[in-house]
Nanobody, 122 residues
Framework: VQVVESGGGLVQTGGSLRLFCAAS????????MGWVRQAPGKEREFVAG????????HYGDSVKGRFTIFRHPANNTVTLRMTSLRSEDTATYYC????????????????WGQGTQVTVSS
């Protein structure tokens, strides 16, 4: 099981960014997936989760209405679309796999990628 994140970078406040997670070593419906993030000096925070069939999603309160998670069975990838970015969204974002039906918290995930950095500046 391996996931690799990409798409991070520097963006201005109010801007948008897409993060990508490429999964390998398992079929697209073997795991639920999602994203968490960690800012310097802070604990990991749940961002978004999506179930195996991609019909159900769940978001952390701080990103609800601004972030959207998608899942693409054809190429076994997951995308996190981030809009209306704020300085407090600055963090390293990690894609994870989960045996839960629908990941809803950090503890839902069992494995992670290396992360991709997102920096939101004013």
């Amino acid at each position: 099981v391996q996931v690799v994140e990409s798409g991070g970078g520097l963006v201005q406040t109010g801007g948008s960014l897409r993060l990508f997670c490429a999964a390998s070593g398992f079929s697209y419906d073997a795991y639920a997936m999602g994203w968490v993030r960690q800012a310097p000096g802070k604990e990991r925070e749940f961002v978004a989760g999506i179930n195996r069939s991609a019909f159900a999603t769940h978001y952390g309160d701080s990103v609800k209405g601004r972030f959207t998670i998608f899942r693409h069975p054809a190429n076994n990838t997951v995308t996190l679309r981030m809009t209306s970015l704020r300085s407090e969204d600055t963090a390293t974002y990690y894609c994870g796999t989960s045996t839960s039906t629908l990941p809803m918290r950090v503890a839902s995930f069992q494995s992670w990628g290396q992360g991709t950095q997102v920096t939101v500046s004013s």
